[in-house]
């Protein structure tokens, strides 16, 4: 297809041929993307072969922010912005001078930056955030450092491994949207998130729960008290992490959202006066 036949139409008809149910969305993003037609050609044939839209993009629109997305990064999802909302919310009325807020599982580092933001609009100025994120995959740090702020800390490594030791039982804040989807639905899953984003972003093992469960146990060794880890969950198995916040001495709360189809798990140290 030449420069001149690639119309709005066309676009939107290859794309729907495709099997893209938001083809006339998609047309326009990566039109209005794309530099100069070849880079539009080949954007069009990544979409169809189907890469996920924010990968061909390189961004996806989170908490009204465009986050870089790379190749082989999970995706963040709208759902994952009541972890952001909560977060900043909880984060907001805490007393220390300078915050200190870790995300496990950072994927592209989008709740952490979010949350950082979100944190600093609601008046606290930027120096008072200290933000720390890790994932155990290479790519999913690469993308997290273009993402989160320049004075803020990436590391590579399982969950709590490759933190320093100077934050444990300094923390405020943990965030995790760690994976929870139970290892036998993964077939189920959309061809996007199955063939383009890592199994380990997506595979919570047998119940969904067992990267959580491995977050929620070591959180209170690196909490300050009283501080509060937060865990994206589903509304199926937030029983189960609230059971699992329970048995690691953590006060547990449930909070959803309906529009967005979201739950988190909010779980507090008790302030240390009150631990028996």
């Known amino acids: 297809m030449t420069a001149a036949e690639?119309?709005?139409?066309?676009?939107?008809?290859?794309?729907?041929?495709?099997?893209c149910v938001f083809a006339e969305d998609e047309a326009r993003l990566l039109?209005?993307?794309?530099?100069d037609s070849r880079e539009l050609a080949s954007m069009i044939a990544r979409r169809e072969s189907g890469t996920p839209l924010e990968q061909v993009l390189g961004?996806?629109?989170?908490?009204?922010t465009r986050i870089i997305v790379e190749p082989d990064v999970f995706v963040p999802r709208r759902r994952t912005e009541?972890?952001?909302?909560?977060?900043?919310?909880i984060?907001?009325?805490?007393?220390?001078?300078?915050?200190v807020v870790v995300e496990?599982?950072?994927?592209?580092g989008a709740v952490g930056a979010?949350?950082?933001?979100?944190?600093?609009?609601?008046?606290r100025q930027p120096a008072g955030v200290e933000l720390h994120v890790a994932d155990n995959h290479p790519a999913?740090?690469?993308?997290?450092?273009?993402?989160i702020p320049a004075d803020a800390h990436c590391y590579l490594g399982d969950l709590f491994a490759p933190l320093p030791a100077t934050l444990r039982g300094n923390v405020d804040l943990i965030v995790a949207n760690a994976p929870y989807v139970p290892s036998s639905a993964i077939e189920t899953m959309p061809p996007e998130a199955r063939h383009y984003e890592p199994r380990d972003a997506l595979d919570g093992g047998t119940d969904g729960l067992e990267v959580q469960r491995r977050i929620i146990a070591d959180a209170p060794d690196w909490l300050a008290s009283p501080g509060h880890v937060l865990v994206e969950t589903s509304r199926a198995q937030a029983a189960g992490t609230a059971q699992a916040m329970h048995a690691a001495g953590l006060r547990p709360r449930t909070v959803s959202a309906a529009d967005l189809d979201a739950t988190v798990l909010i779980g507090q140290l008790p302030a240390a006066e009150t631990v028996s």
Not at 104 to 108: F, H, I, T
Not at 114 to 123: C, D, K, N, S
Not at 140 to 147: M, P, T, Y
């Open 114 to 123: 979010m949350v950082h933001r979100g944190i600093a609009e609601a008046g």
């Open 140 to 147: 999913a740090v690469h993308c997290a450092r273009r993402n």
């Open 104 to 108: 496990l599982c950072c994927g592209s």
């Open 82 to 89: 009541l972890l952001v909302r909560e977060a900043v919310g």
């Open 6 to 19: 690639f119309t709005q139409e066309s676009i939107v008809a290859r794309l729907r041929a495709a099997g």
């Open 91 to 99: 984060a907001t009325s805490a007393p220390s001078s300078v915050l």
């Open 31 to 35: 039109t209005e993307t794309a530099t």
């Open 59 to 64: 961004w996806a629109e989170f908490c009204g």
